[in-house]
């Protein structure tokens, strides 16, 4: 049996389909590239003319969106929520919002602090994304507000990884400042998850 490939960059977004894979017993054939790959791994464009990454390919299709590859990754276990359950519209909800919403503006902070050359980052352009990322943020700490361990249907799920993501790339950009208290509380959670760390520590060793 050929395993499905994992084209990831070290806490990139790939990261959401390394940890959902091992959350869902999924093993994958692991490719660590240098970020950006652009740049730094050029034979990745015939496998993937976007260069982005994550790059999954399984019997010779290729998936490029993070949250459509968790989608995938999850069918059939516990970290989906069917259609006949009752919070299913929100399920899917989450996995839109989670690049659509949240992660697009870190991505911006990303670009003006680590990819652009020095001359060319805009500190206002951090302060402005990183304001906008806190404000679509607390719908994160609203779903929490009754109390609930995890964001949908009573139990870990993808969107929970789809979403800790963008939270934990906030705590890597100097932007979980601005999480609420019972966000901060469930990033610990998810984080904790021993998917999440071995999924950290798989991308250091491959």
């Not at 979980?176 to 798989?202: I, N, P, S």
Request: net charge negative; glycine share 6%.
């Amino acid at each position: 049996m050929t395993l499905p490939i994992l084209y990831h960059c070290a806490d990139a977004r790939s990261l959401r389909c390394l940890w959902a894979a091992l959350e869902a017993g999924i093993d994958v054939d692991l490719r660590v590239m240098p970020f950006p790959p652009r740049a730094f791994a050029p034979d990745y464009r015939p496998v993937n003319p976007l260069m982005t990454v994550p790059g999954w390919v399984e019997d010779g299709r290729l998936m490029t969106e993070s949250a459509a590859i968790c989608e995938r990754i999850a069918e059939g276990t516990s970290l989906e929520v069917r259609r006949d359950e009752a919070d299913y519209w929100d399920w899917r909800n989450w996995l839109h919002r989670s690049d659509a919403t949240l992660t697009f503006p870190l991505a911006i902070m990303i670009r003006y602090t680590r990819v652009e050359v020095p001359e060319r980052r805009l500190r206002q352009a951090v302060d402005d994304y990183k304001a906008f990322f806190g404000g679509r943020a607390k719908s994160i700490e609203a779903a929490l507000a009754d109390g609930r361990d995890w964001l949908v249907a009573g139990r870990f799920t993808i969107a929970d990884i789809v979403i800790g993501y963008a939270a934990y790339l906030a705590t890597t950009l100097g932007a979980d400042d601005v999480l609420g208290e019972k966000t901060t509380d469930w990033l610990a959670r998810c984080t904790a998850r021993e998917g999440f760390v071995r999924a950290r520590e798989r991308q250091r060793a491959d």
